[in-house]
Nanobody
């Protein structure tokens, strides 16, 4: 059973930073497609940042230059460093990975950016 547990969310002022963590219950060493999405109230879920199947990192235009995705395969963890946060970044952030034809999601962690 694949489980993903996010942490690190919270309340931060605009311009501040947060680092999100995602702990996976499986070995992510061979998993290339892993990343972060977010869902704001009343909006559709959107990609934030990911490692693609080609092993490259990909970012939404709205977060380029501010967010950085990283991974620690030894810890089976993926991280999202978020800098220069804006009120538009307020959302539930969800970690996901793609394994053997299925996409697995965590329950998410709430990030609230106050202006």
């Amino acid at each position: 059973q694949v489980q993903l547990v996010e942490s690190g969310g919270g309340l931060v002022q605009a311009g501040g930073s947060l680092r999100l963590s995602c702990a996976a219950s499986v070995n992510i060493f061979t998993i290339n497609a892993i990343g972060w999405s977010r869902q704001a109230p009343g909006k559709q879920r959107e990609l934030v940042a990911e490692f693609t199947t080609q092993g490259l990192s990909n970012y939404a235009d709205s977060v380029k230059g501010r967010f950085t995705i990283s991974r620690d395969n030894a810890k089976n963890a993926v991280y999202l460093q978020m800098n220069s946060l804006k009120s538009d970044d307020t959302a539930v952030y969800l970690c996901y990975l793609y394994l053997r034809g299925m996409t697995y999601w965590g329950k998410g962690t709430l990030v609230t950016v106050s202006s």
